[in-house]
């Protein structure tokens, strides 16, 4: 493992029910093209209000995966 | 919308259940008196621990909402 | 009150099911040795990914504990 | 000056034709209702894209005034 | 307290005597018209130069206060 | 869109009249390729000098586009 | 001194008095049980308050010191 | 240009007409002293009002320039 | 060059050898499918340790290359 | 004083009294050479400790003065 | 490993070769007396100077090591 | 040594070699003008690539001098 390279990429993914399943649905979607996914940093955590009620979870994450392994 | 103006304005809400609970607390408080919300940003996520137990979850938020629109 | 030192140390919790869960695990574990625990910050949130599948969910917090007090 | 107390507030300004224009806005709309207006400082800067075209500039800014004197 | 709301604003105090001073001044003058004040956080320190000599210190404070209690 | 995807790249562009300009050539380039581009986000700014002369404007953004929808 | 180790540990210092009594206090309630300490270095300031009053001074802290040397 | 020197210093400069100007008349006042400017990169952004009303743009700026070469 | 747009990747390269190698490595994987690489802007480095043992250096880079030019 | 520029250096100053007191000698220090002062903005405050006491108060500082007026 | 808790120290390891060899002496250090470290990661590095003479590198480092495993 | 008071300036060194000669030749460079020089504090660290190869290790470091001494 000594001189692989790992590439990271910024999703934001969202969920009406918490941060914990936006960051599954960023995740998911990024595992339907790219394999070897690695860890999920999250970088941000909003939420966004509808019709002044608290409606979606939004998690915006720095996502691993690798590229290249020796 | 292209000449809205938007403030933001920082809440600590607090929930013994959850940081999303304690979100939306926080913005459910500001809904009482203001109009428009649009998003809640997560600053600072924190654990209160009262008797050495984990008790109270508390998120600071950056919320905002719509002053003037075009 | 008034003259009291605080220290903080860093640790990193895991759970397979929440960010909060993790922090508990955390704050637990440091319950086992150490009195008067007070609050735990949270510094970054992962998620570690197996399988290509969202599997781990971690939290390093910063948590303060009272050394003296006056 | 020497015990002046200033108030810090945090706003969004928008404008179809640049930065500089969404910040004035800001600082227009508030002083409507605030004097003494002092700086306002840029906190960050983005561009609504709509219809896949440029569309709006938006500065985030937080703008000082002097709440008392001595 | 379990599901208590903090509001925070921000100020900026100043003393021709120290920053301990301007930050006292920043929360005296909050405690005019707000109750319940809990925590002054510095965010910024400086210090104002007039005819060459050292002549005001400022503190940039985040002020926190309860807006609302269970 | 209580599910949807979006990622974020990064670009540089460049201008010789404005930041303003650099930030919609860096979006008009994207745009050459992708569709539902939402929002730039200025990262940094600055401006390259050429014999000792204000020469060219760039700006480094973030820039989102939706990858899933619900 | 080329190759000697520093431990850094984190203490938050109390005092009604000044944020430099309050440094002053952390380190020495650090001194107690720790030899060749060198340096504290303030991460953030605060100031706690009780009846709307100023109470207390609190400097968050990191203290270095000599683990091994050569 | 493999061992090449380069000093950056910090500057604000002003305008009534935009931080481009700004940013500009910064990088011109340099230009009368020193040689083989390179880059300005912006720090921070403001605007200054003068009675209620936007007034001056301000950029601060880092700006490198050659020292020695190779 | 004054209206090209750059784009900019985050990578992970490893070494058993050094922090030097670990951006080499990252730079020559992304030189097998990029053209126009221009800067590897370190943004973290750190070091994996195995059975106790210091084991390999990770450099994270943001590389930017050219996408268009005018 | 639409177009003026300033220059920013940066000094730590130092005192056995007090982080006002080190702010004070850095600025001094400068209006030795200096004229037109204007801010010393606090980046980071120290303290070091001799033979494990607290000794000296150390204060790194941001300082402004005018370069060029209009 | 879905409920470990690990630790995290900060330390500073210096070298008069390299920072690469600063980080290992921390690391080497710490692995006296701790066990199942893990990963350091760098914090800052710095370059002491004798005699006008660069002299010695160092390098801050947090390092984590397993507490609990389930 | 209560009353010395340093000045810190910014510096880019460059090396084919490593981050560590990078710095030393930023250091060697000041000492050619400066007396009393005491740290220098890694900021950036990069690496240019030419004709898509690694090339060019550069170091943006703070280094600070003795200016005054009590």
């Known amino acids: 493992m000594t001189e692989s390279v790992y590439k990271i990429i910024e999703l934001v993914g969202s969920s009406p029910v918490s941060w914990e399943e936006a960051t599954k649905n960023a995740v998911n979607s ?3 093209s ?3 996914l690695r860890i999920a940093e999250v970088m941000t955590l909003d939420m966004k209000i509808d019709n002044n009620q ?3 979870f939004r998690a915006r994450v720095k996502l691993s995966f690798k590229l290249l392994s020796d």
Chains 1, 2, 3, 4, 5, 6, 7, 8, 9, 10, 11, 12 share one sequence.
């Open 54 to 56: 608290p409606a979606v």
């Open 30 to 32: 990024a595992g339907l």
């Open 34 to 36: 790219l394999r070897d």
